[in-house]
């Protein structure tokens, strides 16, 4: 039987894997006490207009998750930095391709 290959990328997680070294004490509560406060969800209330929860319905029946679970995104990728601004990310690539 012929033996597989590792690929570049591969033989790099190895190495990272093998340098890798456990978390104990106050550390490792430290860490676990992170990890079990992000798992955390509150309930709020939240007024909102019917024009807008009727889109938000509609593009997360579109993209087949739950209306709450759609809110819940766009909320963590604002407060992430994660969520764009279509004007400003036009913007960035006008001024990418200007300087080429």
Do not use: C, W
Not at 60 to 78: C, D, E, F, M, W
């Amino acid at each position: 039987m012929k033996a597989n290959k590792l690929t570049t990328e591969e033989l790099e997680f190895g190495e990272i894997i093998d340098k890798l070294q456990p978390v104990t004490g106050k550390k490792r509560a430290k860490i676990e006490n992170i990890l079990a406060e992000t798992k955390k969800n509150r309930s709020i209330s939240l007024r909102i207009s019917s024009f807008d929860l009727g889109m938000l319905k509609k593009k997360a029946r579109i993209q087949g998750i739950p209306y709450q679970t759609l809110i819940n995104s766009v909320l963590h990728k604002y407060i992430t930095n994660e969520l764009l601004d279509r004007d400003e990310a036009l913007k960035s690539f006008q001024l990418l391709g200007s300087t080429r």
